[in-house]
């Protein structure tokens, strides 16, 4: 949103005020006094400003400005950041490939990141605001708007800060962006003047005194919600004042106005580009979101298979060693000849490589790239599908959703108000009729009453883009009539040239008590007529006659209305619609009315018609909310529209059915359900309340937030909650950055809401959530398919150069053949693998989840069976081959030896047998036909080709560096049809069905609760370090003087450990040395008085919470008693959370003499 620097303004040229002053800045009022009066709206916050302030005007001298003459110099500023990666593996040929995945990655990323760049750059530029400076209207940039500025808005304005208007002409504001609301919202000096940043100024005019900027504003308070700043903390704070309340001291208070005036101080840039300061915060506090599940499934796997690889190779080496020195100085009995030790060193050197290669092929080089190539074809592919992907990881973890918190308007709806039924002639029609079925009379009477009894500044504008929908502009419900007209075939526009706006006699504007709209126009005959428009109820009881299929007058009793209102009206408030009913008179020239007596003008009307409008339900939605529901996903309505309207549209697009056991709720009820006598949210209530609810009616931004945090921190299901959600205002923003994946809307999205998501939807439809799902279960096959291939690969290769090693005390496979087939052979099997498009079987299966193991039974059993099959056909090479081909050994060859045909044979042959099984790599289901939709991936197919053809360079021109010899034509076709036999070998493993099996373990389940990486931990560190930051100052330096003693004694300990080995038993703990030479030490978190920056542990463990502290014996010690516990920790449970959740152990005997 168009949000501005909170600058610090210049009006004294006294020295710095005092921090402690109770009026910063030498205003009148304090910051927390006009946030608290931002947050009042309607008649409330006009008695505060007439209790606090007397009136605006005098609420403008507190502010140090007037009205008319405004205010003085001002200054603002901002900073920059960047971020760098790297990765380093052994040797020349993988460090290509890591380069080769860094770039990949790296280069996506800035691609991404230079189109938002671009975005926020133009949009920062390009918006001014006008103020009054001095007496002089100005044009500043948004950033350099201030506290007290007297600023104009018009039709058309995007409000950049908040403020209380000081005068209006028939002032409207959408405040959609905050509220979700669609109606416009009057505003006016003396009913409800309060201006909120980020909402767009609809129609009329005005002048507002500028209250709040920032982060002080309504939109800036959002940004550090997303932040999880200043408000979090300071809820905290009061959490802990409540649990102590005795220890408040002038400290914290100095402390928190130091965090005021910090806050005031704090540049933030247009807040729907206000990235930096966002991103300045989120660096500074906020840790960063756990890593998808493929991620860590894939960390993990990965970790394994290089320790199993790491265990072989090294295996390797020492056999070869021993072997060597055990062969040659034991059993031939030679002695270690100087002169011969350059030989034995080389024969050193060569086991050290065989080694080496051994490692190369048991890790999986190309496992990442794989994944990055198969995330970022996705992201390309998805763009066409209408999902702008911003953050790779968002499109698998998609795959993985069980939840989505979906927002109405725009998304389920088409966000246009449109007449769906209508009753004309004494016809109910369901749809709109076509205008031969309708009289010319009451054809003409419609446009007429339409076109001339609606705003002239609301008309219906051309599409901007091709295939797009027509424009609508000013009032949606005109929008809705007017368009009324354009869908019978008729146009608004001549009817409105014949009669100007100045030709209009009389105009009753509508109003909320009105509940109508009606114009007076002069007929040709000197009569005039007057159409009336109105909520049905309202205008039905005026009118005395009605127009019937001929188009001629018939009288309307008391009894028809009734009868109408039961047959045509009720049925529409049924299915949703709002019923607005369009009427007219005639009077005669001699007859004119008092014009002023609106009651007796406005009745004994003729109706014309009766039309229901709604706000539409896109029509592709049920069948995609359809598919959603069978793939396992739950669809839930959050809205801020009436529980009605919500719940007709949620069952129209099945999100509701008829005879299910769901929950409608509207924000109030919701909270009331979910919060303690306290007002505090309980896991617990929440954990009743969210799995039956469907829809969330009435529902604020807080609301929103509550419910998507509390489905992701439930522990009810077997499994963790992934979350998905979508939103496009504003308010939108904390519950999209606390989701899993927070979708926004690209058309009529906000770019606090952009840039809070980690997709944007370019089409703003619920479809492409759908295809987004598709392509986020894709990419997680395409990985399992890719794992399937590679690990066959790494299984053989190892047995081979393992076993070969140790009986020949060679390697069949060179590293550099290892290294052909490891990186670019699985490098572009992971491309053609992961470039198979998705299908809609896809969403046939409920979603994996977080613990499913990455490598299934299945593709265990197709992983061993193939590497059985490959390690028969290798070995049988490999010893008894030379005989079959008739060709001399490669075994034992010296150590120079040229390239033997044996050896070339048994690498072709491994190599044709991968080719084929890449194939078989396809399915990973265990379907049969593993050639379906093969050609429907050409990139596959150019693949398979393409390594064949370069396959048939190597080994025919290779020569020395790739250890080869050429072949012949009938060499050739052996090992081509040893290859094919992969396939028959595949359908045989397939007839072997999975269930009987039970000997198969699964690998590459996801990151257990208990263990986190390295990373991970630092980042626990980093917020102890923010926690402490937080502790009261005296806790602090005990903290600190604890730590430094922990740290001297533990250095006396290391040199003492040598002498006083087994003397002391670790386990005794009672002397303070003894407790803290061992373990390390940690904060743990069980009460709210170590604020964390993030406010998602808050609700967590309420139940212990509400437990009292386990009394401390030694009083003196303040860290205790205010709830600083200290566990320890042993070596071995290093990876286990930072913030242990084992049971509290209070230090009891900590000697104060300390």
Known sequence: MGDVANSSIEFHPKPQQQREAPHAGGFGCTLAELRSLMELRGAEALQKVQETYGDVGGLCRRLKTSPTEACGNVSAGAEDEGEAEAGWIEGAAILLSVICVVLVTAFNDWSKEKQFRGLQSRIEQEQKFTVIRNGQLLQVPVAALVVGDIAQVKYGDLLPADGVLIQGNDLKIDESSLTGESDHVRKSADKDPMLLSGTHVMEGSGRMVVTAVGVNSQTGIIFTLLGAGGEEEEKKDKKGKQQDGAMESSQTKAKKQDGAVAMEMQPLKSAEGGE??????????????????????????????????????????????????????????????????????????????????????????????????????????????????????????????????SDKTGTLTTNRMTVVQSYLGDTHYKEVPAPSALTPKILDLLVHAISINSAYTTKILPPEKEGALPRQVGNKTECALLGFVLDLKQDFQPVREQIPEDKLYKVY????????????????????????????????????????????????????????????????????LRTICIAYRDFSAAQEPDWDNENEVVGDLTCIAVVGIEDPVRPEVPEAIRKCQRAGITVRMVTGDNINTARAIAAKCGIIQPGEDFLCLEGKEFNRRIRNEKGEIEQERLDKVWPKLRVLARSSPTDKHTLVKGIIDSSTGEQRQVVAVTGDGTNDGPALKKADVGFAMGIAGTDVAKEASDIILTDDNFTSIVKAVMWGRNVYDSISKFLQFQLTVNVVAVIVAFTGACITQDSPLKAVQMLWVNLIMDTFASLALATEPPTESLLLRKPYGRDKPLISRTMMKNILGHA???????????????????????????????????????????????????????????????????????????????????????????????????????????????????????????????????????????????????????????EI??????????????????????TQIRVVKAFRSSLYEGLEKPESKTSIHNFMATPEFLINDYTHNIPLIDDTDVDENEERLRAPPPPSPNQNNNAIDSGVYLTTRGTKSATSSVFSSGPASPLHSVETSL
């Not at 100085?329 to 060569?350: H, M, N």
């Not at 923010?1026 to 100052?1033: D, F, G, I, N, V």
């Open 276 to 405: 930096m300061e966002e991103r300045e915060r989120k660096k500074a506090n906020v840790p960063k979101k756990e890593k998808s599940v493929l991620q860590g499934k894939l960390t993990k796997l990965a970790v394994q298979i290089g320790k199993a690889g790491l265990v072989m190779s090294a295996i390797t080496v020492i056999i070869l060693v021993l072997y060597f020195v055990i062969e040659t100085f034991v059993v031939d009995g030679r002695a270690w000849l100087a002169e011969c030790t350059p030989v034995y060193v080389q024969y050193f050197v060569k086991f050290f490589i065989i080694g080496v290669t051994v490692l190369v092929v048991a890790v999986p080089e190309g496992l990442p790239l794989a994944v990055t190539i198969s995330l970022a074809y996705s992201v390309k592919k998805m763009m066409r599908d209408n999902n702008l992907v911003r953050h790779l990881d968002a499109c698998e973890t998609m795959g993985n959703a069980t939840a989505i918190c």
């Open 868 to 1022: 059985v099959y490959q390690l028969t056909i290798i070995f049988t090479l490999l010893f008894v081959g030379e005989l079959f081909f008739d060709i001399d050994s490669g075994r034992n060859a010296p150590l120079h030896s040229p390239p033997s045909e044996h050896y070339t044979i048994i690498f072709n042959t491994f190599v044709m047998m991968q080719l084929f099984n890449e194939i078989n790599a396809r399915k990973i289901h265990g379907e049969r036909n593993v050639f379906h939709g093969i050609f429907g991936n050409p990139i596959f197919c150019t693949i398979v080709l393409g390594t064949f053809a370069i396959q048939i360079v190597i080994v025919q021109f290779g020569g020395k560096p790739f250890s080869c010899s050429p072949l012949s034509t009938e060499q050739w076709l052996w090992c081509l049809f040893v290859g094919v036999g992969e396939l028959v070998w595949g359908q045989v493993i397939a007839t072997i069905p999975t269930s009987q099996l039970k000997c198969l373990k699964e690998a590459g389940h996801g990151p257990g609760k208990d263990e986190m990486t390295d990373e991970e931990l630092a980042e626990g560190e980093e």
């Open 1025 to 1046: 370090d923010h926690a402490e930051r937080e502790l009261r100052r005296g806790q602090i330096l005990w903290f600190r003087g604890l730590n430094r003693i922990q």
């Open 509 to 576: 504007t509508f109003n909320s008590v009105r509940k109508s709209m009606s114009t007076v126009i002069r007929m040709p005959d000197s009569g005039f007529r007057l159409f009336s428009k109105g909520a049905s109820e309202i205008l039905l009881k005026k009118c005395t006659n009605i127009l019937n299929s001929n188009g001629e007058l018939r009288s309307f009793r008391p009894r028809d209305r009734d009868d109408m209102v039961k047959k045509i009206i009720e049925p529409m408030a049924c299915d949703g």
